[in-house]
């Protein structure tokens, strides 16, 4: 019983790392420019793809991920001087972003399957191995994720609380108009910010890829969920989006092992229209939450 | 001297002009049986359908190569394509395009998911043009009081469990779970197997579901490790399951003996590897071990062509073009009636699934034998399953 | 905005009553259902044109409320109640659970709103699928009798169905409760300020909007004969969207020119499926980026600018200005 519960704390916490990931970058994204990216877990399926299309030519698998990062943080930058940017100015922008990156999100995945094809794809990941620890399966490539995930976090929390970019960035976030007076270069950071927020989607899509599988249809599974953890959490609260992220991608593996799959998805979605109505600006207030939301 | 030349010349190349016509004539002659070709081509079942779609491509080569000889006038295949994205409501859609677009019509081909099938079912009633279903798996769309002029090649679930189960409980196995996508073909697949395990004693201890697309499966064999069971038998549609099966298979080193459904074919092991997969059993009428010429033609035509051993999808699809062909030159006719008594009543040799012989019975079903196969690592393919003990 | 509701009326009842000539030139059953389908798609897309184009409400919810409609006529027509009874049940439980769905999240503004009407259509969706003893989950309904037995018939009565619609939409807009939900759409708080029940009205208006939805549910179910919970999905979303955006939201034409092109221009587009779907979604992008208001309201726009040049034309102001 207990292996059976530690066995799928494992996995779920693993899953919950990927979540955070892609959610975290949204969450930055809404908290700074309160607008929505509806391609933003594109950027994971582009970073995974062009990792794996990379490495198919010969190139080494660090360079390889390092270049996939690279090219979602490209996309990220792209996508806010094109497509977000210009329509900033509008009075109906939430709408309007909203629209667009669904029509950009829907190229994206549509261009994808066009150019590469149908099939999943794989990493030739050398982390293939499993530990096991009293009858506990842990994998190595799921233990990579949870301690590259942990890092990451642990940078950005120091970054955004101990550098000075970072405090620049929080300043961003709670009051633009204050922080251009000081001198702040604003559209520099809040550019910076889309490029980090879809370089951590990208590296969420990459960790997933050595676990599961790549396709086209990758970014699309983690659309909704993103929302939901970003809303529940509160858009700038990224200590916050990590825990409920975990939290998820864990109740959604016990629950498995214990009950009907088809049940989890819904109580997910239960939950949070309970959240969201109790509590309409999320579980927590960030450091992140614009002021005029 | 130059005008009788200039008149030469200008007579060579007047007869070449009038021997021209004369030549595309014979081209010419080759008239256009036309087909409507419904069957998923974008999608994640797309994976599924390749197979499907690059045999069909095969077949229409080799049998216009040939020509087809209808009451002594030579056709070839002229196949329109339609897209039914595996969405009933577009394979409705896809369908009544077909019907008004394709004129004259003279046969149809489809392969479609299991709910565009029975959506589509009573367009393609009304229509009465004849149809040969190659790979839908689900039941109730042919025969008398589906649509009296479908003919269906694939095997139906039942006889796949029945000699599943019949093996397993042979083999003295007792305890299986069942693992199957929250689909309406796991859904078939899944309560198929269940019946007839229960039918040969085998008793399901654990029945575990998961959507579609998840990649997710260490809780649940975790879970079938917990209870015991001597066997599992999955049921998978989408080859990123089948792998991740496969995969939290082997990291939690486990020992039970594994089972699926006719869609575990040869391209999971070329991607997930052999070791795993080695000993796993499936049921189905595509044994590519068979040593009869037909088969082993197709096997190394399309893995030159293609560098892959064909899915589930491909022989029943290249062996549809192929008995099309073959029934319309018995029936000496375009006309459907004469199609569809010929189709009804030939019992047509020489194809590639199952045993080879494709006849179809009053309900509209192909009927041929089942066989249990194996994965092989040693040969890289199913073979035929030994006797159990 | 037209500038006369009377010269808009007329303008469409002759629209209207070539529209319904349609059966007796196109013999082709396919032609036939392909505009069949466009109109239950403009009946669907004039119900979210309410909250989305004339209340300014982000309502994502299209796909929970035409599969519940489905639903509610499929299974109550399969269970021989008779088929315009099955509908108006349909009706109602998609205006109950728009009431109820807009009553939970009302206190949510702008995104947070829609994605919780997403979460809503989820729930929907996944109820529908796993409560299979009663919907048969999966496996879909069918074997329910039709609208009409022949396709004219079926084309003329939903064109009623449309006409119907339309013409309560427009009475509603050109009133004073149209007013109001400009008012609301424009600047909400404002709206308050100046005493009109927010609220009340954006209740009154969100309800509306699902049970129209619902209807073009219902109707849908009975023209295609088999439904499945993939009709709850995403894909009815981006459809209905993208016929609002493109048509022009918050005019009465819009979603029906929206709801024509979308369903119609991709049987030309046949050959190329992905291309089709990569299409789809450079036309949003363009028409967010370059033709805002879409197809109607650019024209709206052209004729407005028009008559603004004439009007200016022929007065004689020194300034220019319109007098």
């Not at chain 2, 079912?121 to 043009?129: C, D, G, Q």
Request: charged share 15%; glycine share 10%.
């Amino acid at each position: 019983m207990f292996t059976l519960v530690a066995q799928a704390v494992i996995s779920g916490l693993a899953l919950g790392a990927i979540y955070a990931l892609a959610a975290s970058g949204l969450g930055i994204i809404f908290g700074l420019f309160g607008v929505i990216n509806f391609a933003h877990t594109q950027n994971m399926m582009v970073a995974a793809v062009t990792a794996i299309a990379v490495t198919s030519l010969g190139v080494p698998l660090i360079a390889a991920i390092a270049i996939g990062i690279a090219v979602a943080a490209l996309l990220g930058i792209a996508t806010e001087r094109l497509f977000i940017r210009p329509l900033l100015s509008h009075e109906t922008a939430q709408i309007d972003t909203l629209f667009i990156t669904l029509g950009l999100s829907i190229v994206i995945e549509n261009g994808t399957l066009l150019l590469w094809g149908s099939e999943p794809r794989y990493f030739d990941s050398p982390l293939q191995g499993v530990i096991e620890i009293g009858g506990v399966v842990l994998s190595i490539d799921r233990l990579v994720t949870m301690v590259v995930t942990g890092i990451v976090f642990l940078t950005l929390h120091l970054l955004a609380t101990r550098t000075r970019i970072g405090k620049a960035v929080l300043a961003t976030a709670q009051n633009p108009d204050a922080a251009r007076v000081i001198g702040i270069p604003v559209d520099k950071v809040r550019l910076l910010a889309f490029a980090v927020g879809c370089g951590l989607a990208g590296l969420g899509g990459i960790l997933w890829g050595t676990i599961y599988s790549v396709s086209y249809l990758t970014g699309g599974t983690f659309l909704i969920l993103s929302f939901v953890l970003v809303v529940m959490s509160g858009p700038g609260n990224i200590t916050g989006i990590l825990i409920c992220s975990l939290l998820l991608g864990v109740t959604e593996s016990v629950a498995g092992a214990f009950f009907d799959a088809k049940w989890q998805r819904l109580i997910v979605m239960l939950v949070f229209i309970v959240i969201i109505i109790r509590r309409p600006q999320g579980l927590g207030t960030g450091r992140f939450a614009r002021t005029n939301i | 001297m130059t005008k009788v030349l200039r008149l030469i010349k200008e007579g060579c190349l007047t007869a070449v002009l009038l021997a021209t016509p004369l030549v595309a004539a014979q081209a010419q002659d080759v008239k256009d049986i036309n087909v409507a070709l419904i069957l998923p081509q974008s999608g994640p079942v797309m994976v599924n359908v390749d197979p499907a779609v690059k045999s069909i491509r095969m077949a229409i080569d080799e049998v216009n190569a040939k020509g087809i000889m209808v009451g002594g006038q030579k056709y070839k295949f002229n196949v329109s394509w339609y897209d039914e994205e595996c969405k009933p409501q577009v394979a409705v859609n896809a369908t009544r395009a077909a019907l008004s677009q394709v004129k004259p019509l003279h046969v149809v081909w489809t392969g479609m998911c299991s709910s565009s099938a029975l959506a589509t079912a009573p367009i393609l009633r009304e229509s009465k043009a004849v149809v040969i279903n190659s790979v839908s798996g689900t039941a109730g769309f042919a025969g008398p009081e589906g649509n009296p002029y479908l003919f269906k090649i694939k095997e139906e679930f039942e006889w796949r469990s029945r000699d599943l189960a019949k093996y397993l409980a042979a083999k003295g196995l007792k305890n299986g779970a069942v693992i199957a996508v929250n689909s309406d073909w796991g859904e078939e697949a899944s309560r198929t197997f269940k019946k007839y395990a229960a039918q040969s004693g085998l008793n399901i201890a654990l029945t575990l579901n998961y959507d579609e697309q998840t990649e997710e499966f260490v809780p649940l064999l975790a879970q079938a490790r917990q209870a015991k069971v001597d066997f599992i038998f999955q049921a998978s549609q989408l080859l990123n399951e089948q792998v991740a099966f496969l995969r939290a298979y082997r990291q939690l080193g486990l020992k039970i003996q594994l089972a699926g459904e006719s869609t575990w074919t040869e391209d999971v092991p070329e991607k997930a590897g052999w070791d795993t997969i080695n000993g796993m059993l499936t049921a189905g009428a595509w044994v590519p071990s068979d040593t009869r010429p037909a088969v082993v033609n197709y096997l190394k035509k399309y893995r030159d062509a293609f560098k892959v051993t064909p899915g589930f999808n491909g022989p029943p699809s290249y062996d549809m073009v192929h008995m099309t062909a073959e029934a319309f030159e018995k029936a000496g006719s375009l006309d459907s009636e004469k199609l569809r008594a010929v189709v009804r009543n030939t019992t047509f040799t020489g194809l590639v699934y199952g045993n080879g012989t494709i006849k179809f019975n009053s309900g509209g079903q192909a009927e041929f034998p089942v066989s249990v196969t194996m994965f092989d690592a040693k040969q890289k393919l199913r073979v035929l399953a030994p006797p159990p003990k | 905005m037209q500038s006369s509701p009377t010269t808009f009326y007329i303008a469409s009842a002759v629209g209207l009553g070539v529209a319904a000539t349609a059966p007796l030139f196109i013999s082709h059953g396919f032609l036939l259902y392909m505009l069949s389908l466009s109109v239950i798609g403009a009946i669907i897309a004039t119900g979210l044109n309410i909250t989305n184009g004339y209340l300014g409400i982000l309502n994502l919810s299209v796909g929970g409320q035409v599969a519940l409609g489905s639903y509610v006529c499929a299974l109550t027509a399969l269970a021989d109640v008779p088929v315009p009874v099955a509908i108006v049940l349909a009706v109602t439980a998609g205006a109950a659970l728009a009431f109820v769905t807009f009553l939970l999240f009302a206190r949510l503004t702008g995104f947070f709103f829609g994605l919780a009407t997403i979460a809503a259509a989820e729930v929907v969706r996944l109820m529908i699928r796993n409560l299979d003893t009663i919907t048969h989950g999966m496996r879909g309904v069918r074997g329910y009798p039709p609208l009409a037995q022949s396709p004219a018939i079926t084309y003329w009565l939903l064109l009623a169905a449309l006409a119907a619609v339309l013409l309560l939409v427009s009475l509603l807009v050109h009133s004073s409760i149209g007013l109001r939900w400009r008012a609301i759409r424009e600047n909400a708080n404002k709206a308050l300020s100046l005493g009109l029940p927010v609220r009340r009205l954006q209740l009154a208006g969100y309800t509306l909007a699902g049970a129209v939805m619902s209807f073009g549910g219902a109707l849908l179910a009975l023209l295609l004969q088999y439904i499945e919970p993939g009709i709850a999905g995403l894909n009815t979303l981006v459809q209905t969207v993208l016929m609002v955006a493109l048509g022009g939201g918050g005019t009465i034409l819009g979603p029906v020119i929206g709801a024509l092109a979308i369903t119609l221009i991709p049987e030309f587009l046949r050959v190329a499926n992905e291309l089709r779907l990569v299409i789809y979604g450079m036309t949003l992008i363009v028409v967010v980026l370059a033709v805002p208001g879409g197809v109607v309201g650019t024209f709206n726009r052209v004729m407005r600018t028009r008559r603004r040049l004439a009007a200016i034309r022929t007065t004689k102001g020194a300034t220019g200005c319109p007098q």
